[in-house]
């Protein structure tokens, strides 16, 4: 027993200490949810290229991510956000400058039942709607229908999004769903005739239609000249400008090949 | 040698002594971070305002919509789960035979240990669905859905404690019972559900604990609406599920951040007067066996 | 009144035994269902590969790695821990003020609900002691939830040593600490280690003090450090399901992983359930 235990320790302080020796070129990301994706495809193709490398992705949500990257446990907090004053202020304190790298824009489609007939929307209408100032289709044009409003979780950045670009500082009405995914999103409003919703353009998909915000369909070129209103940028958030293999990490999703992965995610790649 | 047997018992005290200083270092890390919630919103502001709104310009706090989802979600388990789980334990240990019972027992604990994000995974991806279809509902994630899987969870937690409770009732009552000419149902539900009451009640607590502290499963299931449900089959938005869901994307330090936290207080305070419930009936039981 | 009271009798048994087939009939459904799903996709590559291709095929083995050395560490931790303890409270402890005390934190412990001691493990391993997100923090956390249930478990066993033993290790001039550790420990191991087991099957499945403490989305790394992050079964379940970019081709995998941990889950009990069948028929004394 005691011989056991002994090993044990003396396991333990091997496995412990082994990783001093091995070659160390480990990358750690953490975050945002929406960014994981990418971040996870871009992992796999670099370490495809660079075998001596070792990426960890890690979701969480952006403020872990900046949370993380301002206490030094990360390299690359992900974000689909901007980084807050306050958190700018804490990161300063504590002697990290972080510094914000735009990966890839993801645009935000409002979608409806397949069945729906309305093509468009404005951002005002669709304010109205989430606001619970338009509760039936019929007003703007569609059927005689209640309308059910879809909506995500308020601590996603998804969310945040919306509230900038539509919301405008009110409130969504009490009885909107607040779903916890992309996923639930696009699956509710699928399966509801009187259904509205919103998810990130990966998650757009045969079984919704996606309506013209202010004219405009979303689509990676729209979203790419500005023309679609509801898109935001994803960052990458280092401490200083990136340096050795984090930059060439970095790098990498922007070149060709690692924008080619982020369209294949299902997001929106810079140019 | 005197030295080893003191150093040995001080070890022991010490690993004893840990468990209180866990509990201690669980309190106080939980009131140091939620505290700040209750000076900057107010306690009763807090507690009984139900507007959610923690990433508003103006944020709001008032945490009654995530009180009432938990307690609507653990209510409904508990009465899919009660009359199941009891059910269970009176067949279990009063009418069915030896073998019946040596293979059921082992296999409705083993159900007992069977982790809750599977739970979750059935209800997202099998039984949600199959509600929604079933009453023609805007989505199967509510707290209909929550309650059957949490129910279906709890049931082998109480089964399994309502079962030894039951055949811990000495013998000599039935057998008395009989002796007065009452029939099998008779004594069960006259003589040896009364005697096994508390071990009842306690496992209905402690299933109810379960319940009320379950996270990945109200998180993939619930919904996730921060709102008093008008129905059985709005979505809620349990306690747990606000903390899991939240505490990642918000800023530490943030007046959510301690919000979050403070969310973790009150659900602390429930299973704690919850257990000492427990523990007082455990107390009462014991007393009474040693007359 | 006699038919009454039997008409009465029929309708309570039946239904007690309808509640025990519902019962039955539902944790059957569940557990095909996850079966029948999941075992699609498991072949030995999904258990020795990492995942590929944005995640949407390969298989878990990273995963289940990490689950692996997270239990290990946690009950490392929490199996001393626990026993010490135990022999606190079944051998040393005189009733009174301070074990009343001991014994409340056990049980207060045993229902704190798992998030909570996600957010204490974030508060102080992740933060304030500085591990950050890690083995190390994940399984300190993993070994304060099961700590009760070892503690539990250990102390049952020990009672369950006759005095007799004691007193015969006394009568041959052992002192207390070897009379425990010589006489006692030995036989109650057994019990003990039913209850480990079945702690070890809870560490393996809990996933929400994981959340914040240890559990990483993807790594292609086999950890070699109890500081790194890993991957593992029940957050891959979790992170399957809500934040994958692909349902089609990531549900089969979370039910896949779902199938893994719940044998992984049920076969851990199962032996431990074993073990104490055989203890039971064994004892003579």
Redesign the interface.
């Known amino acids: 027993m005691k011989y056991l235990f002994r090993l ?1 320790v003396v396991g ?1 302080i091997i ?5 001093l020796f ?1 070659a160390k070129k ?1 990358i ?1 990301l ?1 975050g945002s ?1 929406t960014v ?2 990418i971040a ?2 871009c ?2 193709a670099f ?1 495809d290229i660079n075998p001596k490398v ?7 949500g952006s403020g ?1 991510g900046i949370a ?1 990257l301002t ?1 030094k ?1 990360i390299d690359i907090g992900m974000s689909s956000r901007p980084i807050k004053d306050k958190e700018l202020a804490t990161a300063k304190q504590k002697g990290v400058n972080p510094v914000g790298n735009i990966i890839a824009l993801d645009g935000l489609a409002v979608i409806v039942h397949s069945q729906n007939p309305i093509n468009e929307i404005s951002i005002k209408t669709l304010k109205d709607i989430y606001t619970g100032k338009i509760t039936n289709w019929k007003v703007i044009g569609g059927p005689d229908k209640e309308i059910v409003v879809v909506s995500r979780d308020v601590a996603s950045g998804t969310f945040e999004v919306f509230k900038e670009k539509v919301l405008g500082g009110e409130k969504t009405k009490d009885d909107a769903l607040m779903l ?4 639930a999103v696009a699956t509710t409003v699928q399966e509801t005739p009187g259904a509205i919703g919103y998810i990130g353009l ?2 757009l998909s045969e079984g919704v239609k996606a309506l013209k915000v202010e004219g405009v369909l979303p689509s990676n070129k729209t979203v790419q000249d500005g023309t679609y209103k509801l898109a935001r940028p994803l960052y990458m958030y280092t401490n200083g400008t990136p340096k050795g293999i984090v930059k060439e990490f970095i790098d990498f999703i922007l070149s060709p090949s690692g924008q080619k992965l982020v369209s ?3 997001y929106v790649p810079l140019k | ?1 005197k030295f ?2 003191s150093l ?2 001080f ?10 200083i ?2 201690f ?2 309190i106080l ?2 009131f140091k ?1 939620g505290y700040p919630i209750f000076k900057i919103y107010g306690v009763i502001k807090f507690l009984f305002t139900t507007s959610w709104h923690p990433t508003h310009e103006e944020p709001t706090f008032g945490i009654l919509a995530l009180i009432v989802g938990s307690l609507v979600v653990t209510i409904g388990s508990l009465i899919i789960g009660i ?6 334990a ?3 240990s009063e ?1 069915a035979g030896f073998k019946t019972r040596e293979i ?1 027992k ?2 409705v ?3 007992a ?10 209800g ?3 039984l949600a669905p199959f509600v929604m279809r079933l009453f023609n509902l805007s989505t199967g994630l509510n707290a209909f859905t929550t309650s059957i899987i949490l129910g ?1 969870m709890v ?2 937690i109480i ?1 399994s404690i309502s079962e030894d409770a039951i055949s811990s009732v000495p013998n000599e009552l039935r057998e008395a019972s009989y002796a007065l000419g009452a ?4 004594t ?2 006259k003589v040896i559900l009364p005697a096994a009451k508390s071990g009842i009640y306690a496992s209905i607590i ?1 299933g109810f ?1 379960r319940a ?5 499963l109200v ?2 299931v619930a919904g996730g609406s921060a709102i008093i449900p008008k129905s059985i089959f709005s979505p809620v938005r349990p306690m ?1 599920a606000t ?2 869901a939240e ?2 994307e918000t800023v530490v330090g943030s007046d959510h951040y301690h919000a ?2 403070g969310i ?1 207080i009150v ?2 305070i429930i ?2 007067v ?2 000492l419930i ?2 007082t009936i455990k107390r009462k039981v014991m007393r009474s066996q040693n007359l | 009144m006699r038919m009454k ?2 008409l ?2 029929t309708t ?2 039946i ?6 087939l ?3 009939l ?2 059957l459904i ?1 557990l095909v ?2 079966f029948a ?1 999941g075992s699609k996709v498991l072949s030995l590559s999904f258990l020795t590969q990492a995942p ?4 949407t095929a390969g298989g878990i083995f990273p995963a289940i790695l990490g689950t692996f050395y997270l239990v290990i560490l946690t009950i ?1 931790v929490a199996l ?6 135990a ?3 079944s ?3 005189k009733p009174g003020y301070l074990v009343n ?2 014994r ?17 493990g ?3 391993f992740v ?1 304030l002691f ?1 591990f ?2 890690s083995i190390l923090s994940g399984s300190l956390t993993l070994a ?1 939830l099961i ?2 249930i070892i ?1 539990n478990a250990s102390e049952e066993a020990i009672k369950t040593v006759p005095d007799s033993f004691r007193q015969a290790a006394y009568a041959l001039g052992a ?3 070897q009379t ?2 010589k006489v006692v420990l030995p036989t109650a191991l057994p019990n003990i280690l039913t209850g480990a087991i ?1 702690s070890v ?2 560490a ?5 003090p994981i ?2 403490t240890a ?7 086999l950890p ?6 890993v991957m593992a079964l ?2 891959h ?3 399957l ?5 692909a ?1 089609r081709e990531q ?1 089969p995998i ?2 896949g992983t ?1 199938v893994v ?2 044998l992984l ?2 076969s851990v ?2 032996v431990a ?1 074993i073990i104490r ?1 055989r203890i039971r028929k064994r004892k003579k004394w």
């Open positions: 044990l333990l496995f412990t200490t082994s990783d091995a480990n750690t953490a949810t994981l994706p996870q495809k992992a796999e370490m070792n990426i960890s992705v890690r979701g969480g872990v993380s206490a446990s916890a995914s992309n996923k990966g998650y294949e995610t299902g | 040698m080893k047997e040995f018992k070890i022991a005290l010490f690993a004893a002594l840990c468990s209180v866990f509990l270092g669980i890390s939980i971070e009359p199941l789980g009891v059910g269970s009176i067949y279990l009418i059921l082992p296999f604990e083993l159900l240990g069977i982790p809750s994000v599977i739970y979750g995974l059935f997202m991806a099998f279906i049931v082998p089964a029939n099998k149902w008779e069960i539900y402690l604990g009320i502290g379950e996270t990945m998180l993939m747990t903390i899991a505490m990642g979050l936290f973790a659900l602390f299973t704690f919850s257990n427990t523990e | 009271r039997r009465n009798q309570w048994l239904l007690v035994r309808i509640a025990l519902i019962s039955i539902f944790l569940f269902m996850i799903k590929k291709e944005g995640m490392i001393p821990l626990g026993v010490f303890a022999i606190y409270l051998e040393y402890a005390t001991i409340t934190a056990i049980n207060t412990l045993a229902g704190v609900p798992s998030i909570v001691f996600g957010l204490f974030l508060a102080i933060n500085g950050g997100v304060i700590l009760p503690i002192t207390k600490r425990i550790t079945i099957g809870r393996a499945g809990e996933t929400a959340l914040f559990a990483t989305f993807y790594t292609r790394k070699t450090s109890i500081l790194d992050e029940p957050y379940i979790y992170a399901m809500t934040e994958g970019t349902p549900v979370a039910y779902a941990l719940l889950v049920l009990n199962l359930i069948y």
